[in-house]
Structures are given as C-alpha cells and as structure tokens.
C-alpha cells in the first residue's frame, strides 16, 4: 500500500526554483535512501512529505492517520528540563493513560464499583498494548545505542550542538512513528552508534526515508535508492552498491541518448539552412522549399530535449605534493596526556612513516582529536615525546572551524591563506564552485559544505607532504566525498585522518589506529580487516 504519493511537484523560495515536476511514490515498509548534491533539494523534499513545507505546484497524497516523524529542528525545552524528561515527550500518549490509572486507583480506595473497575482494566489494556511499562528500558536501549547514556540526567538546555542532535534523534526513534524521515541520522555518531542506528533501521517496523551521505550505511539498510540530480528524480532499486551500477548505466544511456540527439537537431538545421539557402537561389523564390524549410522548424521546435547527464566535478581539488620528508613522519615515545580524570593516551608509542595512510578511530570523546594536536605540538603531553620527522609540511583541517571575524569574505579568508591577487584568487575560488559575488558573501553566512569546500580551497598552491585530516567529510556530499578521495589517493605523501565514514577509511587507509581506554590497537589494513580482527579478538576472549 502507498504511504506517500508526490506527484508533479513543484517548489520555488523567491525565484529561484527548487523542485520541477518531480514524482515519485513510497510503498508502506519500505527502506529508502534519499542522495544528491548539496543545495539540490533533499531537506525540502523531506519537509513537503511531512507537510512542514507546503508546494507552489503539483499534489501530495499521505496515507491517512499515518504518523509521520522527522527532526526538523531541535525543539526547546524548559530550562531545568534533564535530557531524561525531554525523551519522555515522546510517550505523551502513554503517560496520560498512565496518569488516568492513577487517578482511578486513587478512586477505587473509596470506590471499587464495576463501572470504575472495567474504567481501569480497559485503559490498563491499553497502556500495556502501547508498551507503557517498558518506557525505562526503551529509553536506555535507546541511549546506549546512540552512546549518550552518560547525558540522561543532564540538563538538555547546557547540552552541546551536536549531543542536542543525537538527544532529539533518541526522541523521535523513540516515537516510533509510522512513517520515520531521518536527515543526515549518522551526524554526530561514532562508529558503534552508527552500527548500531543500522541495525535498528533494518529492524524498523515501519517505513523508512533517509537523507545520507554514508555510504556503507546505505549499503546496509536502504531496499532502493532515490536521487536528486538537477531538478530530477531518479529511482533504483536495490541498495548503495547496485544504485551505482545502475547509475552508471543510466549515464551512459542518457549520454549516448543525448549525442544522438545532438546529432540529430544539428541535421535538422543544416536541412533547414539548405532548403533557406536553395528557395532563395531559385528564380523567382520557391514557395514550396520555404514551406519545407518552415514545416521542419516546427518539428525541430517540438523536439523534447534530452538532458545532458550531470557530470560535473562539484570541486576540483588536488592536494601539491611538496619536497618529501624523512623515512618517520611521526613519532610517540610513551606520550601519556589526561584531562582530570580522562585518559586520553597512557604510555603510548607510535611510529607513521612517509607514504602512510593512517585512520584514526574510536569513540566520541576518546580523544582523537587531541592526539592529533599532540601529533602538531599545539597540545602539550603530559609525559613522553611527541615529535614530527625531518622536513615535515603539513597542511592541517581541523573538525572545529573558527571565522577570524563575523565580516570575514570569502576572498579575504582564501587570500589571507593563499598569497595570490585577487584575480587569481578569483579564478582558484571558482574550481570550488564560488562563483561570482559568490567570493564577496561573509564566510559566516556559508553553509557547513560551501565552508568545508571554501577550507579546501585553501590548501591549494601550498605544497605539503603530511595531510592531517580530522573528520574531512563532515558537511560533505557524496560526489564531494569522492573528489576527496580521488585527491588523496592522488597525494604522496602522509596522510593521518580522523573519520567515522568507513566506506572513505575503506578507500584511502592502509592502516587502522584504534583508540580505546587510552591505549593505541594498530591494525594493517583497512577500516573493514581491522573490524572483523576486533571481532575475532573478542570472540577468543569470550
């Protein structure tokens, strides 16, 4: 049965237009990932579905008294609110049975006629039918799950941007609703969550709408795929993997459809130039031949053009090799750093050489990210030594991005990075897609992936030999993430990266350092050989 019907629609904000004509249909159960660029309309679609957004043209049928959840924005809450309370929203239904039940059992001290008694078992029916005793539980699975368990008893209004996200992604799984809409749902989680997220998707009993730029989990969870590619949709069926031979087909087709056609109109007007040209040449004129001439514009003027398949680079980004450094491109001498109680690293030794592709991962707050500023000396160890190889050059994306000013531009931030002129800066800008009066709007007032292209951008004409990366993908789309890694692979030197996206750890990294209780696991191979030997490590431990 149709759980969502989008026919012909139409969307424009002021005159810029969105969506054109797009159609498409959700089948109730259903799994589908939702892909495109930046900027193509993906989050739109999603708030026309869950009737946020209202549209310019077109019709939108949703099955009727079907529930329909989707994290929007991060709602408010009272500012004593702990984040336990704020899940508990999600139950609203259940708690007012279950403050009924109170109320009658209060009742039944003075009152125990039949009327009351069938009152109470009728609702204690249904608050058991709707799970109402397992509300604890369901809450702590759900926390656990998304590893946030350690903020239930804080204050939701002290949380942080992203532990907000993850709490109001907690509260609308907890929901349940009939229809789940999940826009970037693995932002924000580590790599046990998203494994974990995936799992419960694949076991969703309802139906499932996703916006994602992950891959692998694509691969894991999504029966088809839509995507949205200038202004059109496009529906494969099965996951990630087959989506991109399909695609590739598809390209290809629409391209050959495309040239043939080409060829075609480019026939049509040379005929039509001919007949023109041979009319005139007769004595007098030749009315038949105008006609001809006038017949065939018409049949070239009906013509529906083909379009050309988008192929265009989203950013053309390519990584200078500079002068190579030497043979160890980064050395611990048990490095031990903790914040209070934290541990961090505890006595650790490490040794990346030149040419290494290092991915470092673990769990959020393990400390990641200060290993990597104890790699750069801009965080001090509390014991060891922490030293760069001879002649190291190293071009450095860090996950937090601090504008120098609110006023900052576009082309101010790029020159202050880049020492060229300001045409050429222009024209280094425009291979990053800022086009125009692009390069003059505030940095501040960028989009997370124009901002992480604008950081890109600035690492050109600057020859490095160690990249250290600290989640590079974040805010990227899929075909950005792709010109990354087409990048990187392209680069000779070092590279060192913090990443939860394990389908770009796959791609690029031929070692795993797993960061776990303040010890370093090193494993040679990728994000994939070194899952399945921790899986084989903790089965010969059981």
Not at 40 to 66: H, N, P, Y
Request: glycine share 6%; hydrophobic share 40%; aromatic share 8%.
């Amino acid at each position: 049965m149709i759980a969502v019907a989008v026919n012909k629609v139409k969307k424009s904000y002021g005159g810029n237009v969105v969506l054109e004509d797009i159609t498409f249909s959700i089948q109730e159960g259903e799994r589908i990932g939702f892909i495109g660029r930046n900027g193509e309309g993906k989050s739109t679609i999603l708030k026309i579905i869950a009737g946020i957004e209202s549209v310019d043209g077109g019709e939108v049928f949703r099955k009727k008294q079907m529930s329909i959840g989707m994290l929007d924005q991060i709602p408010e809450a009272e500012a004593n609110e702990s984040v336990e309370e704020f899940l508990l929203a999600a139950f609203t239904d259940v708690l007012a049975l279950q403050q009924r039940l109170h109320e009658l059992e209060a009742m039944m001290a003075s009152d125990m006629s039949e009327r009351v008694l069938n009152q109470y078992g009728r609702i204690q029916s249904e608050f058991i039918e709707l799970g109402g005793y397992q509300i604890e539980s369901e809450i702590a699975r759900i926390l656990n799950g998304l590893g946030i368990a350690d903020l239930a008893k804080q204050r939701f209004a002290k949380l942080s941007g992203g532990e907000r996200t993850k709490v109001a992604l907690a509260q609308l799984l907890l929901q349940q609703p009939d229809l789940l809409l999940l826009d970037e749902p693995t932002n924000h989680l580590d790599l046990a969550a998203v494994l974990w997220l995936t799992n419960f998707v694949k076991n969703y009993n309802g139906t499932c709408f996703m916006v994602s730029h992950d891959r692998y989990f694509l691969d894991d969870t999504a029966q088809r795929i839509f995507e949205l590619d200038n202004k059109t949709m496009y529906e494969y069926t099965g996951n990630y993997s087959a989506y991109l031979v399909e695609r590739e087909a598809r390209i290809l087709r629409e391209f050959q459809e495309y040239k043939d056609q080409q060829k075609k109109i480019t026939k049509m007007k040379q005929a039509i130039k001919r007949l023109r040209e041979w009319a005139m040449a007769a004595n007098p004129p030749n009315a038949a031949l105008f006609r001809r001439a006038k017949n065939m514009e018409r049949a070239l003027a009906r013509i529906e053009l083909v379009k050309k398949p988008n192929t265009a680079k989203p950013m053309n980004l390519q990584f200078e090799t500079g002068k190579r450094s030497g043979k160890d491109a980064l050395i611990f001498e048990a490095v031990s750093k903790q914040f209070a109680d934290k541990v961090i690293v505890s006595a650790v030794d490490l040794q990346v050489r030149y040419g290494e592709r290092v991915a470092l991962i673990g769990e959020n707050g393990a400390g990641k990210s200060t290993i990597l500023r104890l790699a750069l000396g801009s965080e001090a160890v509390d014991s060891g030594k922490a030293m760069l190889g001879s002649q190291v050059k190293i071009a450095y994306l860090s996950q937090d991005f601090v504008v120098d000013s609110p006023k900052q531009r576009v082309i101010d931030f790029f020159r202050e990075r880049v020492l060229v002129d300001e045409g050429k800066a222009r024209h280094l800008l425009a291979q990053f897609l800022f086009y125009g009066d692009m390069v003059y709007r505030r940095v501040s007032d960028l989009s997370g992936g124009e901002q992480m292209r604008l950081r890109f951008a600035a690492f050109v004409n600057q020859p490095v030999n160690m990249l250290v990366l600290d989640e590079p993908t974040n805010h990227l789309d899929i075909a950005s993430r792709e010109v990354l890694e087409e990048a990187i692979k392209n680069f000779a030197g070092t590279v060192i990266c913090v990443s939860h996206d394990r389908y770009f750890i796959d791609q690029l990294c031929d070692r795993v350092l797993w960061l776990e209780q303040g010890m370093l696991s090193s494993y040679p191979g990728n994000y994939s050989y070194a899952f399945e030997k921790r899986l084989e490590q903790e089965k010969a431990g059981r």
